[in-house]
């Protein structure tokens, strides 16, 4: 018996020493955005007696990889060991006494007697109404009144039948009232009491640790979360032919980590995040083909007539966008957003160091983040493939475009102070010169027919010869010269026994590879020109060609 107590009393000590597990929330600092992921940092305090603790992080990321968590401590502590969860169950309690918590009790208590005031009320109303029923129905069978003193009773009924009813609908009206006031101060306190609960994710550290010496401890931690990433995308300006274009390079920044971002340091990384524990090993380097872009060649311009034409695609409705500025106490130094942001390339990746700090909700929407504004010195041309499309579009020719850092990426263009549409910004391409597509210039008129009495069918003996000819009108509508380059084809025969013969081609510079027909024009203000072509086919009458 004796040793029962004993150990009974033991166990009580141990269970009155052990300490409470120490709760703070982390605020995250400095994020680096990948495409697909985040390596965020977050700082936080806690105050730790000496020896063994358990410190419960709050307001880490909902999805995290563990194997990527470091911790920064002082020497005075030893972490033993870290745990990410997003289920921990504890027996914290908030501070009742906490001013905050205290009013809107204090608040809540007062409406309730006020309710419970105006139920008394309406109830005293109620019985009076009753009451007076049932007098109306006494004296209803009283006889010997005469019709004054019946007059003035029915007069009185009214009346006093009409004050107590509004009495009591005033009453209810109150009542509901003050049971919606009451609803928003129970709705109040919850969020006081769960504040900090709810404004963090479900995303915590459990950290074990060992404390020398008893006091404040400054924590930093680093990971990589899931739920964020970042694309480019631009918007291209230019006011005329004459001048260049400026280009805001920025960023679409979404993120759903769980985590608040506010006043956040930003960096964007077009790398591939990889933070594992083991050295990497360099293997060989071999460089391979890849397949070219559609819509460049040799010179940099389309080259290929099949399917859509190059240009933008006009879309009903803009990009919604989410601006977020940032915050700075030095901002009047900067001269334009540029200064904001440090481009550091390396040789796989490029990333954009923002000097400014900035907040992006987790709500997994697109924060737009401006990060350099360049000009681009153009040369612009005309481009236009009648056979697919007859449209003019305005094409704005970079040199030199390596040294801008571009990525791919949609962009916005803004033409004479007018939203045309979207292109495609594609700097991984092995021509020389980046062809950008400004939209459609319907200053320029283009037409291209069948010209009927050039054309026709005969049929020789076992063959069928069809003759094909097109003629293409060009007019200049605009006050400045415009260069155009025209492009058309004649068809490729893949078939012995279809002769294909070119019969006439306008002076056009002729890919023998493609069949495809070039023409660079300069037409002078509403100048008109026309190209014509003409080519034969001949094939087996007993046979049918289906694209022809």
């Given at each position: 018996m004796?040793k029962?107590?004993?150990l009974?009393s033991?166990?009580?000590?141990s269970?009155?020493?052990?300490?409470k597990?120490v709760?703070?929330?982390?605020?995250v600092?400095?994020?680096?955005?990948y495409?697909?992921?985040?390596?965020l940092t977050?700082?936080?305090?806690?105050?730790?007696?000496?020896g063994?603790s358990?410190i419960?992080?709050?307001?880490?990321?909902?999805?995290?990889?563990?194997?990527?968590?470091?911790?920064?401590?002082?020497a005075?502590?030893?972490?033993?060991?870290?745990q990410f969860?997003?289920?921990?169950i504890?027996?914290y309690?908030p501070d009742?006494s906490?001013?905050?918590?205290?009013?809107?009790?204090?608040?809540?208590?007062?409406?309730?007697?006020?309710?419970?005031?105006?139920?008394?009320?309406?109830?005293?109303e109620?019985?009076?109404?009753?009451l007076?029923?049932?007098?109306?129905l006494?004296?209803?069978s009283?006889?010997?009144?005469?019709?004054?003193?019946?007059?003035?009773?029915?007069?009185?009924?009214k009346?006093?039948?009409?004050?107590?009813t509004?009495?009591?609908?005033?009453?209810n009206?109150k009542?509901?009232?003050?049971s919606?006031?009451?609803?928003?101060?129970?709705?109040?306190?919850?969020?006081?009491?769960k504040?900090?609960e709810?404004k963090?994710s479900n995303?915590?550290?459990?950290?074990?640790?060992?404390n020398?010496t008893?006091?404040?401890?400054p924590l930093?931690?680093?990971y990589?979360?899931?739920?964020?990433g970042?694309?480019?995308?631009?918007?291209?300006?230019?006011?005329?032919?004459?001048?260049?274009?400026?280009?805001m390079?920025?960023?679409?920044?979404t993120?759903?980590t769980?985590?608040?971002?506010k006043?956040?340091?930003?960096?964007l990384?077009?790398g591939?995040?990889?933070?594992?524990s083991t050295?990497p090993?360099l293997s060989?380097?071999?460089?391979?083909?890849?397949?070219?872009?559609?819509y460049?060649?040799t010179?940099g311009v389309l080259?290929?007539?099949?399917g859509?034409?190059?240009?933008?695609q006009?879309e009903?409705?803009q990009?919604?966008e989410v601006?977020i500025?940032?915050y700075?106490s030095k901002?009047?130094?900067?001269k334009?957003?540029?200064d904001?942001?440090?481009i550091i390339?390396?040789?796989?990746n490029?990333?954009?160091d923002?000097?400014?700090p900035y907040?992006?909700?987790?709500?997994?929407?697109?924060?737009?983040v401006?990060?350099?504004?360049?000009?681009?010195?153009?040369n612009?041309?005309?481009?236009?493939?009648p056979?697919?499309?007859?449209?003019?579009?305005?094409?704005?020719?970079?040199t030199?475009?390596?040294?801008?850092?571009l990525l791919?990426?949609?962009?916005?263009?803004i033409?004479?102070?007018?939203?045309?549409?979207?292109?495609t910004?594609?700097?991984n391409?092995?021509?020389?010169?980046?062809n950008?597509s400004?939209g459609?210039d319907?200053?320029i008129?283009i037409?291209?027919e069948?010209v009927?009495d050039?054309?026709?069918?005969?049929?020789?003996?076992s063959?069928?010869?069809?003759?094909?000819?097109?003629e293409?009108?060009?007019r200049?509508?605009?006050?400045?010269?415009?260069?155009?380059?025209l492009?058309d084809?004649?068809?490729l025969?893949t078939?012995?026994d279809?002769e294909?013969?070119l019969l006439?081609d306008d002076g056009a510079s002729?890919?023998?590879?493609t069949?495809?027909?070039?023409?660079?024009?300069?037409?002078?203000?509403?100048?008109?020109?026309k190209?014509?072509?003409?080519?034969?086919?001949?094939?087996?009458?007993?046979?049918?060609?289906?694209n022809?």
């Amino acid at each position: 018996m004796r040793k029962l107590l004993i150990l009974l009393s033991f166990a009580i000590t141990s269970i009155a020493l052990a300490q409470k597990p120490v709760f703070t929330t982390a605020k995250v600092t400095n994020a680096t955005v990948y495409y697909n992921a985040a390596e965020l940092t977050q700082h936080t305090s806690v105050t730790l007696p000496a020896g063994t603790s358990e410190i419960v992080v709050k307001n880490v990321a909902n999805y995290i990889n563990e194997s990527t968590i470091q911790i920064g401590a002082p020497a005075s502590l030893t972490v033993l060991s870290v745990q990410f969860t997003t289920n921990y169950i504890s027996e914290y309690e908030p501070d009742e006494s906490a001013p905050e918590l205290k009013k809107v009790r204090d608040s809540i208590n007062l409406v309730r007697k006020q309710i419970a005031n105006i139920t008394i009320q309406k109830s005293n109303e109620q019985k009076t109404i009753e009451l007076l029923d049932k007098n109306q129905l006494v004296a209803g069978s009283t006889t010997g009144l005469s019709v004054a003193e019946l007059t003035k009773l029915v007069d009185y009924y009214k009346a006093k039948r009409n004050e107590l009813t509004a009495n009591y609908n005033a009453l209810n009206e109150k009542e509901l009232q003050l049971s919606e006031i009451l609803d928003a101060l129970n709705t109040r306190l919850n969020t006081n009491t769960k504040r900090e609960e709810e404004k963090t994710s479900n995303g915590k550290l459990v950290l074990q640790v060992m404390n020398d010496t008893p006091g404040n401890v400054p924590l930093d931690i680093t990971y990589l979360a899931t739920g964020a990433g970042w694309i480019p995308f631009y918007d291209l300006r230019a006011e005329d032919t004459s001048k260049p274009i400026t280009m805001m390079y920025k960023a679409q920044v979404t993120q759903n980590t769980g985590v608040e971002w506010k006043k956040v340091k930003l960096t964007l990384s077009s790398g591939v995040p990889n933070q594992n524990s083991t050295a990497p090993l360099l293997s060989a380097w071999f460089l391979r083909y890849g397949a070219l872009p559609l819509y460049s060649n040799t010179n940099g311009v389309l080259n290929t007539l099949q399917g859509r034409a190059a240009g933008v695609q006009i879309e009903s409705q803009q990009l919604e966008e989410v601006v977020i500025r940032g915050y700075s106490s030095k901002r009047e130094k900067y001269k334009d957003v540029g200064d904001y942001t440090e481009i550091i390339e390396n040789q796989l990746n490029i990333s954009f160091d923002i000097d400014i700090p900035y907040d992006i909700s987790s709500n997994g929407k697109a924060h737009s983040v401006n990060l350099k504004e360049i000009n681009l010195p153009a040369n612009y041309r005309h481009y236009s493939a009648p056979r697919v499309d007859e449209e003019a579009y305005l094409l704005a020719e970079i040199t030199d475009y390596s040294k801008y850092n571009l990525l791919p990426g949609e962009a916005n263009i803004i033409f004479d102070g007018m939203y045309i549409g979207k292109t495609t910004i594609n700097p991984n391409q092995t021509a020389d010169t980046l062809n950008l597509s400004m939209g459609r210039d319907k200053r320029i008129s283009i037409k291209r027919e069948k010209v009927v009495d050039k054309s026709g069918t005969r049929f020789l003996s076992s063959y069928k010869e069809q003759t094909f000819t097109y003629e293409t009108t060009i007019r200049n509508n605009k006050k400045e010269t415009a260069n155009l380059i025209l492009k058309d084809q004649y068809p490729l025969s893949t078939d012995k026994d279809i002769e294909i013969t070119l019969l006439k081609d306008d002076g056009a510079s002729i890919n023998t590879d493609t069949n495809i027909m070039t023409w660079e024009l300069t037409l002078k203000p509403g100048e008109t020109k026309k190209i014509r072509i003409s080519y034969k086919v001949r094939y087996p009458k007993n046979k049918v060609i289906a694209n022809l």
